[in-house]
C-alpha cells in the first residue's frame, strides 16, 4: 500500500486498517455517511473494513470482535445499543485499539464521541415549527428510544411541550425496523386516522418523515399536515419540493461529512495526536421555501449554498487530506 506523503507513523506507510461497525442497515443518512468514510480512508491510504448493520446487537459485536482479531488500528462504531458493546469495547481498547463512537454513547474516558449537535437540530426545526403553526396545535410525534440521537432530540421536544402548553402530542409512534419508511408508514397511516386533528408531526429521522409523509399522501391528509424532521439527501430535497407536500423542514448536518469526519478522528488518534474528546457537528435549518428560493435539488448544491453544511472542521491536520 502507498504511504501518504508527509504523515506520521503509521500513516507514513499507508494501509493502516480500520474497522466501521455500524448497526443500523438501511437509509439515506446510512448510505452517505458510509460514503463519505469511504472518501476520507481512501484519500488517507486506510484499508477501511466496513461492516453494516442488521440492527442486531449481538451480531455488531461478533463484528467488533472481528474487527480486533483482524488486527485494525481504530474502531468506528456507528450507532447500537450502549450496554452490549461496552465490554468489548474495553477489549478493543486493551489491545491497543482506538475507538471512535458515533451517535451511541459508550461511556469510556479512552472512546472519542461523535454526534451532531441535536440539541441545536431539534430545536431549530422545533422553531420553525411554531414560527409557522404558533403556540398552540394537536401533535403527532415519531420516536423510538434508546438511541442517542433520538433521545436528545425527545428531550428538546419534552421541554417544548413543556414550555407550551398549547402543544399537545395526541399520537406516538416509530420503529426502526427495516424499511424503517414503510414500516412506519403503516403506522402513521393508522395514527393519523385515529386523530384527524393532528396537523403537525414531528419526525426527526428522514425515513420518519419520509414514512409519515407516505400516509399523509395516502389518506388525503397532506394538505394540513405539517412535517418537520431531521436529516437531508438528495431524495428528500426532492420529496420537500413537491408540489403539496406535507414535509416542510428539516434540520441536518451533511451525513458524507460526518462519516468523514469519524475517519479523521480516528486517524488523529492512531497517530497520537488525540483528537477532542467530544466531537459534535452543527446542522442547519433547511425549509422549502429556502429549497424552492435558490432551487436547490442537491446535497451538492446545498453544500455550496451553505458552507458549514459542507464541511466539518473537527479533527483536521495539514497531513489529513480533505474530503467531502
Ligand atoms: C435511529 S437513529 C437515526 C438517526 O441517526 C443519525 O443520527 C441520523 O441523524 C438519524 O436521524
Not at 165 to 180: C, D, L, M, N, Y
Not at 186 to 202: E, G, K, S
Not at 246 to 272: D, F, K, Y
Amino acid at each position: 500500500a502507498d504511504g501518504l506523503k508527509g504523515a506520521p507513523a503509521p500513516f507514513d506507510k499507508g494501509g493502516v486498517k480500520v474497522a466501521l461497525v455500524g448497526y443500523i442497515s438501511g437509509g439515506d443518512f446510512f448510505r452517505a455517511f458510509n460514503n463519505g468514510a469511504q472518501r476520507q480512508a481512501q484519500a488517507l491510504n486506510v484499508d477501511l473494513r466496513v461492516f453494516p448493520g442488521k440492527e442486531d446487537a449481538a451480531l455488531q459485536r461478533d463484528q467488533i470482535q472481528q474487527a480486533i482479531n483482524l488486527g485494525v488500528k481504530a474502531i468506528i462504531i456507528d450507532h447500537g445499543q450502549p450496554e452490549s458493546l461496552k465490554d468489548v469495547v474495553q477489549q478493543a481498547l486493551d489491545a491497543g485499539i482506538k475507538v471512535v463512537a458515533f451517535d451511541v454513547n459508550i461511556d469510556n474516558p479512552k472512546v472519542i464521541q461523535i454526534e451532531q449537535s441535536d440539541k441545536d437540530l431539534a430545536e431549530s426545526v422545533l422553531g420553525q415549527a411554531i414560527k409557522d403553526n404558533g403556540k398552540t396545535f394537536k401533535a403527532g410525534y415519531v420516536y423510538v428510544p434508546g438511541f442517542a440521537p433520538l433521545d436528545r432530540r425527545d428531550a428538546v421536544w419534552s421541554g417544548v411541550k413543556k414550555a407550551n402548553p398549547g402543544i399537545v402530542e395526541k399520537a406516538r409512534w416509530g420503529t426502526v425496523a427495516a424499511p424503517v419508511a414503510t414500516s412506519v408508514a403503516a403506522q402513521a397511516n393508522a395514527a393519523l386516522r385515529a386523530n384527524p386533528d393532528i396537523t403537525v408531526v414531528f419526525a426527526p429521522w428522514d425515513e420518519f418523515a419520509r414514512g409519515t409523509k407516505l400516509a399523509a399522501t395516502e389518506l388525503g391528509a397532506g394538505k394540513k399536515l405539517k412535517i418537520y424532521s431531521a436529516d437531508v439527501s438528495t431524495a428528500d430535497i426532492a420529496e420537500i419540493r413537491e408540489a403539496n407536500s406535507p414535509w416542510v423542514a428539516t434540520a441536518a448536518t451533511n451525513p458524507s461529512v460526518v462519516g468523514a469526519t469519524t475517519v479523521r478522528a480516528a486517524a488523529l488518534a492512531v497517530a497520537g495526536q488525540t483528537p477532542a474528546a467530544r466531537i459534535a457537528i452543527k446542522p442547519v435549518l433547511i425549509t422549502r421555501e429556502e429549497l424552492n428560493q435558490y432551487d436547490i435539488k442537491t446535497v451538492e448544491e446545498l453544500a455550496a449554498k451553505s458552507p458549514s453544511f459542507g464541511r466539518s472542521d473537527a479533527a483536521l491536520a495539514a497531513w489529513i487530506p480533505l474530503t467531502r
